[in-house]
């Protein structure tokens, strides 16, 4: 597995959310997540593109949690929120480099 950089995955994630909406212009890390329609399952879709993209696994990770649930929704409210919670999947799948 490659390690990343946490600068490098955070641009591809913005990207990748920039793909999902009309107006990729909208997209900063302060836009809303429900301004620019972007739902739970955009959020999922988002992860498996992060996961293909790097070859790593960052759905399912904690055995507690339902697989169709991500993040939780009340935890995500801006862009900047989601590329928080992606992030610290990616983290946790230990690709991401030490600092």
């Known amino acids: ?6 600068e490098q995955v955070e641009v591809k994630i913005v990207e990748t959310i920039k793909e999902f909406v009309e ?14 329609d972007i739902g739970s399952l955009d959020f999922v879709e988002i992860a498996q593109i992060l996961e293909d993209e790097y070859d790593i696994e ?5 055995p507690d949690q339902d697989p169709g649930e991500s993040a939780p929704a ?11 919670a992606l992030i610290a999947r990616v983290e946790k799948a230990g690709a991401l480099a030490s600092e």
């Open 74 to 84: 009340a935890e995500m409210v801006t862009v900047n929120d989601s590329v928080k």
């Open 23 to 36: 107006d990729p212009d909208a997209v900063s890390l302060d836009a809303k997540l429900k301004d620019l």
């Open 58 to 62: 960052i759905l399912g990770q904690d």
């Open 1 to 6: 597995m490659a390690v990343l950089d946490r």
